[in-house]
């Protein structure tokens, strides 16, 4: 697929930290409870830390006690990718930034208590929060 931003490998491992390579160009996980936004509870914006591309809005994020910040539906159904991962003996869907093709986690069906039904489990490393101005 053809993404609006594009960078080669080599860009993106100077313009990335090991670990945010790992998770957005190699479709790595961080581990559990150990990500800086699993407990953000402030109004604002989760974006792209690869492009920028705005993804998820504070107010559907909710404490689904997997150990990664998870929401229940993305900001604009065009903002993100949808791509069946068979990887670890699962059938999962892996959900990436439309924009410019990084990987920020996980969709699961397995969320009763939100209005969707819908987990997205996000990496913190993959995305960065603006907290909305007053």
């Known amino acids: 697929m053809k993404y609006e931003v594009f960078k080669t490998d080599q860009q993106w491992q100077e313009e990335l930290s090991d670990v945010e390579y790992h998770v957005l160009r190699m479709a790595g996980t961080e581990r559990a409870y150990t990500g800086e936004l699993l407990d953000e509870k402030r109004i604002g914006t989760y974006s792209c830390r690869g492009c920028g591309a705005e993804l998820f809005e504070a107010e559907t994020k909710f404490d ?6 998870s929401f229940y539906k993305s900001r ?23 924009k410019c093709g990084c990987h920020l986690g996980h969709l699961f069906d397995d969320a009763p208590q939100t209005p969707t039904g819908n987990r997205y489990c996000i990496n913190s490393v993959s995305i960065t929060f603006q907290a909305q101005q007053d």
Not at 64 to 69: D, E, F, I, Y
Not at 76 to 94: K, L
């Open 64 to 69: 689904s006690h997997c150990g990664w910040p």
């Open 76 to 98: 604009d159904n065009e903002a993100i990718e949808y791509i069946e991962d068979r990887s670890h003996g699962m059938v999962r869907t892996e959900v990436r930034c439309a």
